[in-house]
C-alpha cells in the first residue's frame, strides 16, 4: 500500500493576484485532481469581516466565500482557515482605527497587551468558525514576530512567555469552540524555546515551515520530541531573489522541497501544508499567479503523478535556463513551453503563463545588460572621450528596441489576467512592466 502523509494540504493565500469564483472552482477542482484532501485558506482582507469592519479590499463577498466553502465540500476537500492572530497584520493595522494596536509602532505586529487585543481575537475566531460550520481545524498563524516584547508594556515581560500566554490563550479558545489549533513554530525553534511548546493548550498542532531543501530538519525532529502532534510545511510558491525583480521562480527547487515534505511526511505519519504566497506580506508586490506553482503542485499531490509528466525534463532545463539568466536562452525557452503538449485547458494556461514569466526575466536581463554598458562607457569618456555615433548605436538605441518588447508584454499578460479572471491587475502592471517602462525611458532621457 502507498504511504501518503496523514494530511496532505494545500495553502492557498488569498493577498495576491487571485481567480474569480467561477475560475477558483476549477481550481479547486484541479487541486483535488492532484490528491490534496484539504485547502488552507489564508484570507487576510478578502472577505469583509463584521470583526474588522472597513477592511475589505475586495476579493470575495461573504456569499461568494460561502459558495466556495460549499464547492470545496462538494469536492472532498477538507477546509482549514488561517487567520493571524499577532504578526503579519500589516492588512488591519494600516488602518487608522487599530493604528494604535500596533507593537512599538511596528506596523505588521499588535501588543499582546492591549486591552482589546484578546476580546477582539476571540471574536473574530468566532466570526471564522461561523463561517466555516463543522471545521475540525483552524490555523492561527503566529509566525515572524520580529518585534514581540519591544513596546513599553511588554518590554518588562519575557517576550517568548508573553508570546506562548497570548497564543495559548487563543488556542483554548479555539479548542472550545471545537476547532484544533495549528500555530507556525519558527518562534519556538528560531528564539531557541522549544522547552515551550509542551506548555502549548494539549491538542495544538506545532506547524514547522522549510522551504529550503528537503527533510529530515533539525527543527522538526527536535519539534516532534516536544510531546506534541505536528506538521510540516513546504513552500509551493515563495518568493526570494524575485521578490521584485521577478515574477516566477525556478521550478525545480519548489519541486524538491514539495516532493521531499510529502515523502518525508507519509514515512514519519505527519502531516504536511504546501504553502503558496502571493505576497511576501501584505504591504508587498505581487509574485505572479498560482499558474506558476502548477508543477509543485502536481509534485506536492502526488510526487509519483509529476515523475510521470511529461513537462518533467523540460521544467529541470528550465531551472537551469533561469538560473543562468542568459537572454538568448531564456528567449528559446519561452518559445519551447508554448510547443509542450497540453492535457487539459488548464494546462495550456500554465504554459502561456510560463511563457510570460520567462520573457519577463529576458527583458529584466536585456534592460540591466544595456543600462550596464551605458554607465560603463558613460564613465569611460570621461578618460578617453567618447563617439556620440558608436554611442548611441551601443547606449541609446538598444533601449528604443527594447520598448516595442515591452509593449507586447504588456499586452500578451493583460490578456492572461483577463481570460483567468484574476483580481489586482493594474497594480501587477503598475509594479512590474510601467516600472521597467519607466526605467527605459529614464535612460533615454538620459537619467542615468
Keep these: ?115 482589546e487585543t484578546l476580546p477582539r481575537l476571540k471574536q473574530w475566531i468566532d466570526e471564522v468558525v461561523e463561517l466555516h460550520p463543522g471545521i475540525r481545524f483552524l490555523h492561527l498563524g503566529a509566525d515572524e514576530t520580529w518585534n514581540l516584547g519591544t513596546c513599553e508594556k511588554c518590554r518588562k515581560h519575557d517576550p517568548m512567555k508573553l508570546y506562548q500566554e497570548h497564543v495559548s490563550e487563543l488556542c483554548r479558545h479555539a479548542l472550545g469552540k471545537g476547532c484544533r489549533p495549528l500555530i507556525w513554530a519558527d518562534m519556538f525553534w528560531n528564539e531557541k524555546r522549544l522547552d515551550l511548546v509542551p506548555q502549548l493548550p494539549e491538542g495544538t498542532i506545532p506547524v514547522d515551515w522549510q522551504y529550503n531543501g528537503i527533510p529530515p530538519y533539525e527543527s522538526t525532529e527536535k519539534l516532534m520530541q516536544c510531546g506534541r502532534e505536528i506538521m510540516g510545511a513546504s513552500g509551493a510558491m515563495i518568493g526570494w531573489w524575485e521578490h521584485c525583480f521577478q515574477v516566477q521562480s525556478e521550478p525545480s527547487g519548489r519541486i524538491r522541497n514539495v516532493t521531499g515534505w510529502y515523502k518525508w511526511a507519509a514515512e514519519h505519519g505527519i502531516g504536511v501544508i504546501h504553502t503558496t504566497w502571493t505576497r511576501g506580506a501584505s504591504l508587498w508586490n505581487i509574485y505572479g499567479p498560482w499558474h506558476g506553482a502548477y508543477p509543485a503542485f502536481v509534485a506536492g499531490g502526488d510526487p509519483a503523478r509529476w515523475e510521470s509528466h511529461p513537462w518533467r525534463t523540460f521544467m529541470e532545463e528550465l531551472s537551469d535556463t533561469m538560473l543562468r539568466s542568459q537572454v538568448p536562452e531564456l528567449r528559446k525557452a519561452a518559445e519551447e513551453l508554448l510547443t509542450l503538449p497540453a492535457a487539459s485547458p488548464l494546462e495550456k494556461e500554465v504554459l502561456r503563463w510560463l511563457n510570460l514569466a520567462v520573457r519577463y526575466q529576458a527583458l529584466q536581463q536585456e534592460f540591466l545588460i544595456h543600462r550596464a554598458t551605458r554607465r560603463t562607457l558613460t564613465r569611460v569618456a570621461d578618460f578617453v572621450g567618447r563617439d556620440d555615433g558608436m554611442f548611441r548605436k551601443n547606449c541609446v538605441k538598444p533601449f528604443r528596441t527594447l520598448l516595442p518588447k515591452v509593449d507586447e508584454w504588456e499586452k500578451d499578460a493583460r490578456s492572461f489576467w483577463q481570460d483567468n479572471g484574476l483580481s489586482d491587475a493594474e497594480e501587477f502592471m503598475a509594479t512590474h512592466i510601467d516600472l521597467l517602462r519607466k526605467d527605459i525611458a529614464d535612460q533615454l532621457a538620459g537619467n542615468v
Design 1 to 115: 500500500m502507498k504511504l501518503k502523509p496523514k494530511h496532505n494540504w494545500l495553502h492557498l493565500d488569498l493577498k495576491g493576484a487571485i481567480p474569480n469564483p467561477e475560475k477558483m472552482r476549477e481550481q479547486l477542482q484541479f487541486w483535488k485532481e492532484c490528491g490534496y484532501d484539504g485547502v488552507v485558506l489564508e484570507y487576510d482582507d478578502r472577505i469583509p469581516w463584521k470583526t474588522w469592519p472597513g477592511t475589505w479590499r475586495g476579493g470575495y463577498t461573504l456569499e461568494e466565500q460561502q459558495s466556495l466553502v460549499r464547492t470545496c465540500a462538494d469536492l472532498g476537500l477538507e477546509v482549514i482557515p488561517l487567520i493571524q492572530v499577532i504578526g503579519h497584520l500589516e492588512w488591519l493595522l494600516k488602518h487608522e482605527d487599530w493604528r494604535d494596536w500596533r507593537e512599538n509602532g511596528s506596523g505588521n505586529e499588535l501588543c499582546p497587551l492591549h486591552p
